[in-house]
């Protein structure tokens, strides 16, 4: 049985129909109550799972709120392999956002070498890895095709962070969205395994991460950073019944 075949069968499932959605609380959150909060909205919004920071405590917290399967997200393999001991579904390298703030790149070689050390460390996990945004489109593509190479489940696309909208509503949303939605696109032809759009994703370009040909989307900001828990899970709800759409249209 391959890696991703050991998914929780309902998450394979979302990845297979095209209609994945995962819900991120961030690499460095590690606030209970917000995590919690993001937990229980991914759950009763229709999400497909959730992507935490590496702490034991936080997957157990995460675990409370039903049986919606919980990422691990970290830089460091050995942090992926004990998520995994304290109950962690899957993993994840990458979710590179906040690093960037404080100057530090990621490159593909970096990559690479986490890649290897975390399929060592988990030779039976399914891992999702991250191509930064900070690498040339094409560039991106070919790190995204070495990965693959190696054995790697799942491919995340980002880009939220490099844009700068320069309108509001709409228009914006979908500016925002352009980089993880062009390395979509670009990747998704390169590889023959799911490629997850996330950064700067939102109700409105969820639909056009699926038309570019992702198997689904991650969003974090968008829910996190909402102050009440009853906006959290319509906000969870306004992206699952998108990526529905999407896929109803197809």
């Avoid at 497909?48 to 997200?73: E, M, W, Y």
């Avoid at 319509?234 to 998108?242: F, M």
């Amino acid at each position: 049985m391959t890696r991703f075949n050991r998914l929780p069968q309902p998450l394979k499932r979302a990845f297979e129909h095209r209609k994945a959605l995962k819900i991120i609380s961030g690499l460095q959150n590690f606030d209970p109550q917000l995590v919690s909060n993001v937990a229980q909205a991914a759950t009763l919004g229709g999400a497909s799972f959730i992507d935490i920071a590496a702490d034991a405590n936080l997957i157990a917290l995460a675990k409370q709120h039903g049986d919606l399967p919980v990422c691990v997200s970290a830089i460091e393999p050995e942090k992926l392999a004990a998520a995994i001991a304290a109950g962690a579904d899957l993993v994840e390298i990458g979710n590179y956002d906040s690093f960037y703030q404080s100057g530090r790149i990621f490159s593909a070689a970096t990559v690479i070498d986490l890649t290897n050390q975390t399929l060592a460390l988990l030779p039976d996990t399914a891992l999702s890895v991250t191509v930064p945004h900070t690498l040339p489109l094409d560039q991106q593509v070919a790190l995204a095709e070495q990965l693959a190479a190696l054995g790697v489940d799942i491919i995340q696309t980002e880009g939220g962070t490099s844009s700068a909208p320069v309108h509001g509503g709409t228009l914006g949303l979908i500016e925002k969205a352009a980089p993880t939605l062009a390395a979509a696109s670009e990747i998704s032809r390169a590889v023959n395994i799911p490629v997850l759009c996330a950064s700067g994703i939102s109700n409105v370009t969820a639909p056009m991460a699926i038309a570019a040909g992702a198997a689904g989307v991650g969003v974090g900001s968008a829910i996190n950073q909402l102050q009440d828990p009853i906006a959290m899970v319509a906000a969870v709800r306004s992206l699952s019944e998108s990526i529905d759409r999407a896929v109803v249209l197809r």
